[in-house]
């Protein structure tokens, strides 16, 4: 009526955000006050603080040789996924046998910590010397006040800033992540608001704003889960063999999750069926297979975390993360704290509504 | 695709917002800090502060004697408009003698001030005594700091939480308004976070937040103007005439404006139309008319000021403003501070979004 040409408005949201919003993140050289940080809230606008934990004990003490002391053989949590095939890590969409695109959860075990660590440090220095399996200790649990409890007093208790800002007496959680370079976690979000600590090694996130849903191409998967195969020759299916060689690379197999028969005919939430980003923001490559006419206008947000480094990642952000270590010592650590998110105000309900506008436009 | 039903986008923003959102304002009883405040912010959500301008001199010295001692003959901006005609305040969507809905800005002219004052006492006391116009000081440029510069210290320079959370030096606006309970605003919005302050009388203000866009019924309406006619028995275009009485009310005529030939065929933005919201959402009855499909979602949120009360009336919140004096003072007497908001982060992009998406879905 008023517009005879009207624009797509989805393409629209998209390129006035770009207009209004750098991609080049703002960087910080000290914590801000709780009010500037509020200023990156309302704005739902990332940040880094380079060396903001610079003098936090654990920047300044955990190197690979001081963990395998302090925790020696204690049992941690590890999850367990093959090597070397794209988008086949922990919690990532995955080809299944069959050819369609499932979610892959990882095979996860109990290992003692020293064991876990000598594999990844090892792997890292001589990928093909391993039988061929990403580990990566990233229970997002709180498994830095349970399982890695004994390392909770060389961390910050809390981000102060961030517990008087956002009123809230302590995080709901706070994460240690532990893994090589092998590790990539996929596309995702949270709904929450992050402060992301590294601590060991380098981070790589790549960030897409909540209204980038038309970008990621996010599908309904069938949910599924590695396993490990163990003296198993007779098992008939499949296993992962090297592209390149033909070898077995992992005892790991992955099978799709018993999904309850009341849900089966079912939609949506309560399909059993997980929504999640099939695209991916750095391959231009095979996965552009799963772009979306919209993936081309999203302009990510790049940012690297060297050690010491913090990351304000605001809720509902989409990131992906990726790692490289330092040679010498093999790994990656980092320590997150998520913060509940505020369900009130215009964000939660903006974001919900750029999906249903992106979903009803599928459907015609 | 992934719902096969799906609900009305635009009608599940409204529900999902109102179920997470109260339309009962918060009331605060003291200034909040800047922190305190950027919540709001980042909430884009309205509060009240009782009392929070009890104490300023204006708040306690003004009223009709003060200001007319203080003010006397100097010459002040009066808009008027004539009296008793649904929808026909300055600014406002009003039927032009054609039947169509057209875009009314007031009658401007200087008057004396005490001249100006005492009309609005007396049609406040008798309203039938006068000769049916309507008259309010409520030039919204800067007015305190210029026009009524003299009153300009009996009022806070700026609000001081708002100035540090919002990091400005001073605010854009500080507009002084003063009329009768004959004045209503109708409903728009502004691109500007608002600190409302009440000195006399009672302001009653009904809120929607920004994404009711569809709600509002905005359409695109021709400008037009009062002229005053004087003395000029022989123009045959028809004045206003009383209702009830066949009267005439005032000799203020309705004009077209003049648009400019080359916008004449355009649209939009550069057509010379206005778009304004043409529903009320205090109107079950004739305006109705205007209502949308989506209007009855609305959940206005509704909050009368008393003197000395502060609104934060948040950046691109619509607000429907009329106002009731107390009978002993006849006047009503305000005084607002604009501050810049923020066009970074989500809120512009996705109201703008809002709007787009219904006015496609209006193309269908
Ligand atoms: O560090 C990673 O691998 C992923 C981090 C992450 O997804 C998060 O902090 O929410
Ligand atoms: O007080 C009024 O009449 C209207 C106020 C208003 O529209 C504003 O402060 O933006």
């Known amino acids: 009526m008023i517009n005879n040409n009207p624009q797509d408005p ?3 949201l998209i390129t006035t955000y770009n ?5 080049v993140i703002e960087a910080l050289h000290e914590e801000p006050s709780p009010l500037e940080f509020m200023r990156f809230v309302a704005r739902n606008t990332p940040f880094v603080i380079r060396g903001g934990a610079s003098n936090w004990k654990a920047t300044q003490t955990w190197s690979p040789a001081y963990l395998s002391e302090h925790l020696g053989d204690e049992p941690v949590n590890v999850a367990v996924t093959p090597l070397g095939y794209v988008l086949s890590n922990a919690d990532s969409p995955t080809l299944y046998e069959d ?13 003692p910590f020293t064991e876990f660590l000598n594999y990844i440090i090892q792997q890292e220095k001589d990928p093909s010397s391993l039988q061929g399996e990403v580990h990566y200790a990233q229970t997002q649990n709180d498994n830095l006040r349970d399982e890695y409890a004994s390392l909770f007093n060389h961390v910050q208790p809390d ?18 992540w532990i893994g090589n370079s092998q590790s990539t976690t996929a ?6 608001e992050n402060i992301y600590v590294q601590i060991l090694g ?5 960030l897409l704003p909540p209204h980038c849903r038309p970008c990621v191409n996010e599908k309904l998967l069938r949910p599924a889960s590695y396993k490990r195969v163990v003296n198993d020759d007779d098992d008939p299916s499949p296993l992962l063999l090297s592209e390149t060689t033909g070898h077995v690379l992992s ?6 999750d018993k999904i309850e028969e009341a849900s089966e005919s079912g939609h949506g939430e309560n399909s059993g069926l997980v929504p999640f980003a099939t695209w991916d923001p750095e391959d231009d490559g095979p996965s552009g297979d799963y772009a979306t006419p919209y993936s081309k206008l999203a302009q990510p947000v790049k940012v690297t975390l060297e050690p010491g480094d913090m990351l304000y990642l605001p809720a509902m952000w989409y990131h992906k993360v990726s790692q490289s270590c330092n040679p010498e010592e093999g790994i990656c650590v980092a320590v997150n704290y998520w913060y509940d998110m505020e369900f009130a105000g215009p964000l939660y309900p903006f974001s919900a509504f750029v999906r249903s506008v992106y979903e009803s436009q599928q459907h015609k």
Chains 1, 2 share one sequence.
């Not at 050819?99 to 290992?111: C, D, Y």
């Not at 596309?187 to 929450?192: G, V």
Request: cysteine-free.
């Open 251 to 256: 005892k790991l197999k992955l099978e799709l």
């Open 99 to 111: 050819g369609t695109l499932v979610f892959a959860k990882p095979w996860e075990e109990s290992q």
């Open 202 to 206: 380098k981070k790589h996130f790549v």
């Open 187 to 192: 596309l995702h979000k949270d709904n929450y």
């Open 19 to 23: 207009e209004l919003n750098s991609s």
């Open 10 to 12: 989805l393409a629209e």
């Open 159 to 176: 981000i102060s800033f961030a517990r008087i800002a956002l009123q809230q007496k302590s995080p709901d959680a706070i994460n240690l």
